[in-house]
């Protein structure tokens, strides 16, 4: 069965890191590139980043760019969200997400496969 | 705001029909990228429901379609069902190199 789990959420101060982590399995995690996308409580779904199958191509929402950091590692068939300076704003759910890539007009992707997300609250 | 616009709520009674419209711009949809539809029932992860416009994955009715023309893209649902009562959300690609979402529309089943 294809899954993802992701993992490592909690309750962090602003200022504080944290790191997710998603698991993969039943899918040959190293052939597909990688989301991770964001939902506030009570709000709707925002893109937070994309990782490519061989981490060469690397994108962040502006929301969080200089701040958190996506990895990936294949040998474990895990993905990473480093999280750095941290904000009341990025309390969310988060979930990783598989890229299938679709070409349409335009090459894009889409999302097939999506974790149960992991909880991220940032207060004090 | 979104860079894809959703109506906030749609509804409709078990066997209509109900649209969920997705407005985008010229460096998104009207571009020429394609729009993919998910739906989060409540309490869940969002599931991909549409994608590349029209097409929809194994598993999924085809009282589920989609469509694209222009800078918007449209989701149907025909012959309702208390179980499609969910938030659902349009995507694309833009531009400035990122996925986009829509705000998300909130389907009442009447």
């Known amino acids: 069965e294809v899954q993802l789990v992701e993992s490592g959420g909690g309750l962090v101060q602003p200022g504080g890191s944290l790191r997710l982590s998603c698991a993969a399995s039943?899918?040959?995690?190293?052939?597909?590139?990688m989301n991770w996308v964001r939902q506030a409580p009570g709000k709707g779904l925002e893109w937070v980043s994309y990782i490519s199958s061989s981490s060469s191509t690397i994108y962040y929402a502006d929301s969080v760019k200089g701040r958190f950091t996506i990895s990936r590692d294949n040998a474990k068939n895990s993905l990473y969200l480093q999280m750095n300076s941290l904000r009341a704003e990025d309390t969310a759910v988060y979930y990783c997400?598989?890229?299938?890539?679709?070409?349409?007009?335009?090459?894009?992707?889409?999302?097939?496969?999506w974790g149960k997300g992991t909880t991220v609250t940032v207060s004090s | 705001q979104s860079v894809l616009t959703q109506p906030p709520s749609v509804s409709g009674a078990p066997g209509q029909r109900v649209t969920i419209s997705c407005t985008g711009s010229?460096?998104?949809?009207?571009?020429?990228?394609?729009v993919h539809w998910y739906q989060q029932l409540p309490g869940t992860a969002p599931k991909l429901l549409i994608y590349g416009n029209s097409n929809r994955p194994s598993g999924v009715p085809d009282r589920f379609s989609g469509s694209k023309s222009g800078t918007s893209a449209s989701l149907a649902i025909s012959g309702l069902q208390a179980e499609d009562e969910a938030d659902y959300y349009c995507?694309?690609?833009?531009?400035?190199?990122?996925?986009?979402f829509g705000g998300g529309t909130k389907l009442t089943v009447l």
């Open positions: 039943g899918f040959t995690f190293s052939s597909y590139s």
């Open positions: 010229s460096s998104n949809i009207g571009a020429g990228y394609d």
């Open positions: 997400a598989r890229a299938v890539l679709w070409f349409g007009e335009l090459v894009s992707d889409y999302m097939d496969v």
């Open positions: 995507q694309s690609y833009d531009s400035s190199l990122s996925r986009v």
